[in-house]
């Protein structure tokens, strides 16, 4: 009588676990990034670390400063390439791409694995059927030593989405509308099940990004089912053996919420807060100076194959910046061989290293004082890309594209 996130961990502790267990669990997969590997360094030394428990299965990656924009940050970056050499884990380096892309893209995100992230953005393989959360870098270390980690297992939470996407809308609106609806703490240490004929209806690229967000309602994890299209994503790049997991049929639920989708329009989420979620006629003709597309959310090849058949022949107005962010080389590459790079450019997008520099705000695309940003990453607070004083707004690739052309907020409906 489990669900999804009490099966996948009672398989790793080899007896029952329910909901508010506290339990030492077994890992399958770790990764850190540049913003906290140091940390996380600092904190195995401290703790008499020697060896990583099973480096095949702790990823580095190089990807929130790249390439690095100051002298401070290179040094570290040497740090943690030393680190995975000396212990044989693997790096993903500067221009490899965004962890939360990297590790599906790589075959380390399976379903039925427990995976851990010292990255908030770690929910995004729960797309995958992985119960994969963030955690900070001591709980990191101290994974790493002993290949295991400690969870309270949380309350689940079911969303059954159903009914068709309407044409012009997309998973990030399910996204955005999901964060809306739930609120920014609404969800905090719960299970998101995430289900229905609408997220059926998603290809696993899309499905990632409703995942991906719903650490934004304070989520543990975001949970969705093993089916075929995930099945058919994961098996070609499957480093080890896995097992999908499934809800019981008497599984028992904290809250079911049911929503009927099919007359859901473009979401935008508006400063400061990402569940500050209205219709995107609430906001239409909004003046922005920068649109941004890329990010863990909405950087992969079905995001930027959206925004250019949007842009296809057109021009980003004169009065904004159009910045485009690859989400790893893998879809860069692809872009440049389907064409996709090649309209996004003659569009007049700036493309940069894939990295997550812009959306943090550390390099690739800082705002000015009063600007207004229209992103599709995943966080809109004050200063969340590098300015305290700019404005960010939160939108799909198809919407961020159009508005780009338009020079303000506008509705991806009118041409799709």
């Not at 990764?31 to 008499?48: C, E, H, Y």
């Not at 924009?69 to 030393?82: C, D, I």
């Not at 995958?128 to 790493?144: I, P, R």
């Amino acid at each position: 009588m489990g669900t999804i996130a009490e099966n996948i961990i009672s398989n790793h502790v080899g007896k029952g676990a329910k909901a508010n267990d506290i339990v030492v669990c077994p890992v399958d997969f770790m990764m850190s990034q540049d913003g906290t590997t140091p940390l996380t360094i600092r904190a195995f030394k401290d703790m008499q670390g020697k060896k990583v428990a099973r480096p095949d299965r702790y990823a580095i990656v190089i990807d929130h400063n790249a390439p690095s924009p100051m002298e401070s940050v290179s040094n570290l970056h040497k740090q943690m390439r030393e680190f995975a050499k000396e212990q044989g884990s693997i790096l993903y380096d500067v221009g490899e791409g965004v962890c939360h892309v990297l590790v599906p893209e790589n075959g380390y995100a399976l379903p039925g694995s427990v995976i851990i992230g010292a990255d908030s953005h770690t929910t995004t393989y729960g797309a995958l059927n992985a119960f994969a959360t963030g955690v900070g870098s001591t709980d990191m270390a101290a994974a790493l030593i002993s290949g295991r980690t400690w969870f309270k297992v949380p309350q689940t939470i079911k969303l059954d989405y159903h009914g068709k996407l309407p044409k012009g809308t997309f998973s990030k609106d399910i996204a955005l509308r999901m964060c809306g609806r739930l609120t920014a703490n609404g969800a905090t240490y719960k299970a998101l099940e995430i289900t229905g004929e609408a997220i059926e209806a998603l290809s696993a690229e899309a499905r990632m990004t409703i995942s991906n967000m719903a650490v934004e309602t304070g989520a543990k994890v975001g949970l969705m089912n093993a089916d075929r299209k995930v099945l058919d994503y994961v098996a070609p790049r499957a480093k080890y053996p896995f097992q999908g997991v499934s809800a019981d049929a008497d599984a028992k639920y904290e809250q079911v919420v049911r929503e009927d989708i099919s007359k859901l329009g473009p979401q935008v989420a508006c400063p400061p807060d990402v569940d500050n979620v209205v219709p995107i006629e609430k906001v239409l003709g909004k003046h922005i100076d920068q649109v941004f597309i890329g990010t863990c959310t909405n950087g992969r090849i079905e995001d930027l194959r959206i925004a250019a058949s949007i842009l296809d022949g057109r021009r980003a107005h004169k009065d904004l910046r159009l910045i485009v962010a690859p989400a790893s080389r893998a879809v860069m590459q692809e872009a440049m061989e389907c064409g996709v790079l090649q309209k996004l450019v003659k569009a007049g997008a700036a493309v940069t290293t894939p990295s997550c520099g812009p959306c943090v705000g550390t390099c690739g695309g800082i705002p000015s004082d009063n600007e207004v940003v229209l992103s599709t990453a995943n966080r809109n607070f004050k200063g969340r890309m590098g300015n305290t004083k700019a404005d960010v707004y939160l939108a799909s690739p198809a919407t961020a594209a159009y508005s780009a052309i338009k020079g303000c907020v506008s509705d991806p409906r009118e041409v799709l």
